[in-house]
């Protein structure tokens, strides 16, 4: 196995000879399969091939011989039967009756002649006929065959001229030419043998030559390069299975493997430590949405170069996952771990040059060491990715030690994953209402749904326990568990605000709380217009409140999805606004119709001048871009009175009622409207 250290320099780590002849088989295998070509298909159809070639070549040449074989033993046959004939003739021609008729009746019985017609010299006419009439005869003034091979091979048909026969005659001869045929056919069978004979013998001795003169050359040359492609696929293999393809550092199988190594030979010693360091680029998310993902990429290959820099030799960098390195070193009993964690912040404090952009990075930093904290490699670095969490979680841009505690908070978190998980199966989740007033008026406006869990207790006492939305709410965000939870509060809240209407509740306008996750990750659009096609609400009564950090990610595709949810007919408020940043610029492009000052402002404005003061420039603010103004955290009439004074719109809070189930909630909004009608005729009256 092939690595680099913290120094960059490339090391041997294993592979036994086994493994390597392994690795190397394919190509030895390849070469096997090319010598013994012959024995596979392939090899087969070549041998066929040549076979057939030769065979072909040899049979065209044996056809044309057994072609002239045929006119020669027809010839041989034609001369059997003149000599044979010609007696006959002559005996015909001086009129010799008797001796003709023995003559002939021996001509037909003991020779290949099976008939004969004799005519005229000069007009072709029949004149005598024995035996078979061939099918053959002289024509005056024609030319003429004088032979007729019939297609069976049975008979042969003649013609004899007079300078052939002695006499001033014609002779037209059926002769009988199954011997002739017997002797081709055995003639084709001996020249069949010898054709394939000779083929195979040629096409052994060609293949042969083929092999030594032209395969071996091409097995040679054949063996080389599958040996270089395979080497090369192999490192390339490895290079895939055990580094990073953009920094070129270890990846987590590498440095997991290289830790149970350093642990099986104790390569700390025996007193000594490895520790282990988890290392995470802090808000490295925002400089890939905001610059990038070419400069984040970039990013990470600047701090891993610096890493390897920075910490010694022996030391062993990777990479583990997105923006998440880590680093091992084995280290004396005596040794301060803390060197390293301060090394490796040392390395990230200059600023970062990328394509003409120059900004400061930080990191967090999660340590543990074995074999303090773990029995294993798995475990070690589990841990450090522990203390990792906790410094992101306690402000990032610092480092912390692994400790058993953090273990107990990361399994009671996960517990509460699980929890809240099972709490959304079986409807544990409930809505509480906070109604919402025109601080003019004093008529109820709206109301703004609120998440609440109560979970039943474990255990046979029974009973319940209210778990604080501060306590769950951050974990479904970073679980994801956030968007059906959320999609579950939006289809729930607007149809209780619809059966409320059909019931004759006084409209109001129903306050729904959407996180940045479901904002972003989820459909949204798609969503709020499926619930609102369901539920059958009319969209004005529906508001989505959105956080300030929805626009901080990416504004611009906050603005299109505001623009869309906006053309539905819903209202938009920013819930907080004040408490995070918002650029003015973006601001009033954003398609909103309220904000809502944080409560925070509210409650420190009678005490705090500055505080005071910031409501004043929200509701300036707001009304100078025709936005409604909303406070929530109004405990106290002073509240309202300073509220109503500056301007502000609306108000809620524990002044006229806490957050409430939905009869309690009906309840409050029956008893309340009554006595704000009631104490309207009164001063009316007065």
Known sequence: MHGFNAGGRRTFLGGTNQQNAEVLSPALQGKDALAHIWAGWAGLRVVLMVFGIVFLIQGIVAYNMLQTYAVEQLAGLRDVAQAALVPVVNDIGEEKPAAVKQNVSKLLHHTVIRGFAIYGMTDDALLHKYGELPGLRPVK????????????????????????????YNVAVRLDAAGVSQQMTAYGWRALAIILLLSALITSVLMVAMNQLLLAPLLRRNDQLLEKMHLQAENKIHRLAYFDSLTGLPNRTYFLENLDKSIEQ??????????????????????????????????????????????????????????????????????????????????????????????????????SCYPQDGDTAREVLKNADIALSRAKNEGRGTVRHYSQDFSEIVQQRAQLVRDLRKALDEKQLQLFYHPQFDVRTGEIVGAEALLRWIRPASGPGGGSQFISPAEFIPVAEQSGLIVPIGEWVLRHACARTKAWQDAGVPPLRMAVNISGIQFHRADIVRLVEDVLGKTKLPPEWLELELTESIFIEDAQSAIDIMDQLHQLGVQLAVDDFGTGYSSLSYLRQFPIDRLKIDQSFVRASLMNLNDRMIIRAIVNLGHSLNLKIIAEGVEMKDHEDLLKEEGCDEVQGFKYSKPLPEDKFLEFVKTYNENLANSKKVWMVE
């Open 266 to 367: 104790k390569a700390y010693g025996e007193d000594g430590v490895i520790a282990v360091l988890s290392v995470d680029i802090d808000h490295f998310k925002d400089i890939n949405d905001s610059l990038g993902h070419e400069v984040g990429d970039k990013l990470l290959e600047v701090v891993g170069t610096r890493l390897v820099k920075a910490l010694p030799a022996e030391a062993v960098v990777a990479r583990l996952s997105a923006d998440e390195f880590a680093l091992m070193m084995p280290m004396a009993p005596e040794a301060d771990i803390s060197i390293l964690s301060d090394q490796v912040f040392a390395s990230i404090q200059d600023p970062v040059e990328i394509m003409q952009e120059s900004f400061l990075t930080r990191v967090s930093v999660g340590v």
């Open 141 to 168: 003034g024609m030319r003429y065959p004088k032979t007729f091979y019939a297609k069976d091979g049975l008979l042969y048909d003649v013609i004899y001229t007079p300078s052939e026969i002695g006499q001033p």
